[in-house]
């Protein structure tokens, strides 16, 4: 069974950087794709960024420019960058992982962004 393990959420100020960091249990080569998604208090959850085995990335309109999606084969890992949060961007952010059959994800990391 694969197990996605997201890390790095926390409090931060608007306009500070956090990176979340999603560690895969086996070969991240396994996922044709992985992604962030998002999911505030009271809403639906949202794709914030995907990126794919031969590197496609996507990102969510409100979020180009400020974060950025990255992979490290080596250490089974994607990560997200996210720069200038803003307090529209707080919500539980979640790692997924697509296989060709199957989707995995993560428990979810807490972000908050407070002054």
């Known amino acids: 069974q694969e197990q996605l393990v997201e890390s790095g959420g926390g409090l931060v100020q608007p306009g500070g950087s956090l990176r979340l960091s999603c560690a895969a249990s086996?070969?991240?080569?396994?996922?044709?794709?992985m992604g962030w998604y998002r999911q505030a208090l009271g809403k639906q959850r949202e794709l914030v960024a995907t990126?794919?085995?031969?590197?496609?990335?996507n990102y969510a309109d409100s979020v180009k420019g400020r974060f950025t999606i990255s992979r490290d084969n080596a250490k089974n890992t994607v990560y997200l960058q996210m720069n200038s949060l803003k307090p529209e961007d707080p919500a539980v952010y979640y790692c997924k992982g697509v296989t060709f059959s199957t989707a995995y994800w993560g428990q979810g990391t807490q972000v908050t962004v407070s002054s």
């Open positions: 990126i794919t085995n031969n590197g496609m990335i």
């Open positions: 086996g070969s991240i080569f396994r996922f044709a794709m």
